[in-house]
């Protein structure tokens, strides 16, 4: 038995106010700015030419307003996530190590993708996070699924393409930022 594709855009937040003009406030709350919204309203075209099935974000404002615009084209709902969200802080610690909240914030996006695939086999799925959660997932999988990427970083408001067969990832792309 073969099994159809599983395809996962992993979106960054479009861009942002700056931590600098908002501080202190709360960054959960920090909106995308002008340009941002542009973007947001840019890859809501560019992701709706594919059928989705399901839209899942960081719960943080600007990923919310990443993936408003391509929910309200499809008139989808958005999920919250909060594996795709920063953290304040992490449950382990390793003398203040910052892989090792990397290495958390990875694994439980991990943990996540990995249902997704599970119960949403042959579908194609958007998830939206953060600088930080992106590279850590995406090293992550690198490294279990041998998949070839050389640069785990994006701008904000790019994305990689996923591509699974079964629960492997099979291939990735990298798309740049509207």
Do not use: Y
């Not at 073969?2 to 959960?28: M, N, Y």
């Not at 929910?71 to 953290?87: F, K, N, Y």
């Not at 290495?103 to 042959?122: F, I, P």
């Amino acid at each position: 038995m073969t099994h159809a594709a599983t395809s996962i855009e992993l979106v960054r937040h479009a861009k942002a106010q700056s931590r600098d003009r908002w501080w202190g406030k709360p960054d959960r709350d920090r909106p995308l700015t002008k340009s941002g919204r542009a973007q947001s309203k840019s890859l809501a075209v560019d992701l709706s030419i594919h059928p989705i099935s399901r839209i899942l974000t960081s719960p943080f404002t600007r990923c919310v307003q990443t993936v408003e615009p391509l929910a309200d084209r499809l008139g989808m709902d958005i999920e919250l996530a909060e594996a795709l969200g920063e953290a304040p802080s992490v449950p382990v610690l390793d003398a203040g190590d910052t892989w090792v909240a990397s290495a958390w914030l990875g694994g439980r996006a991990l943990a996540l993708l990995d249902q997704l695939v599970a119960d949403n086999a042959g579908d194609h799925v958007v998830m939206c996070s953060h600088g930080d959660i992106v590279p850590s997932l995406m090293a992550a999988l690198a490294g279990r699924d041998g998949i070839d990427v050389d640069d785990v970083h994006l701008k904000k408001g790019a994305r990689f393409q996923l591509q699974f067969k079964a629960a492997k990832c099979v291939a990735v792309e990298g798309v740049p930022a509207p």
